[in-house]
């Protein structure tokens, strides 16, 4: 994988684990500061520019009727939806707009502590988006391996004639292969 890739994982892996095992008193500050290094990073916004893009009502599907009466959030039938759910209730925790000690998670751990809540509700809404953002990351570097192994291909299949050109007039044989119209992309 591409180093830049590895260290953007690094870097995403520790700000996921500072929510997975956050106390009460610092899981919002902790999640905001997730969302904020997505967001400094063109890759991981661009990520999450696709999840927004979908316009997910989390006010409309927490009012839902078939959610009415529950005190525990269901996941949408759809996996992308799914991930618009877990981005919508983390930006709504980063805006201190949520609580874990909600309604609509009294039932996630009943007769646990604050910080078990937290945890619990980091595993089941925070995990999954988190999941989805290193999927997206894999998907692009499979993606630039196979751009940078046809760019090799490419090159050993002109390395011949382009070699004959450099040397039909070494003195001039830079600006040739410059002047070369199969060399521009």
């Not at 180093?3 to 610092?26: G, T």
Request: aromatic letters at 12%; glycine letters at 2%.
């Amino acid at each position: 994988m591409n180093p830049v890739l590895e260290n953007i994982k690094f870097k995403l892996s520790n700000r996921a684990n500072s929510v997975l095992y956050a106390r009460e008193e610092n899981f919002y500050s902790e999640i905001k500061i997730f969302l904020d290094f997505i967001k400094s990073n063109s890759l991981l916004s661009a990520i999450i520019h696709e999840i927004e893009k979908l316009n997910f009502d989390i006010e409309s599907y927490l009012k839902g009727d078939e959610r009415r009466h529950r005190r525990f959030i269901e996941y949408p039938n759809d996996y992308i939806q799914k991930i618009a759910l877990c981005y919508s209730l983390m930006k709504l925790f980063s805006e201190n707009k949520l609580s874990v000690l909600d309604t609509l998670f009294l039932n996630i751990t009943p007769s646990r502590s604050i910080d078990d809540r937290c945890r619990v509700i980091a595993q089941q809404y925070f995990k999954p988006l988190y999941e989805y953002i290193c999927e997206q990351i894999e998907d692009g570097s499979t993606i630039l391996y196979l751009l940078l192994r046809y760019k090799h291909r490419t090159e050993w299949f002109h390395k011949d004639r382009l070699f004959s050109i450099y040397e039909s007039d070494t003195k001039r044989g830079e600006e040739n292969l410059t002047l070369d119209p199969s060399s521009t992309v």
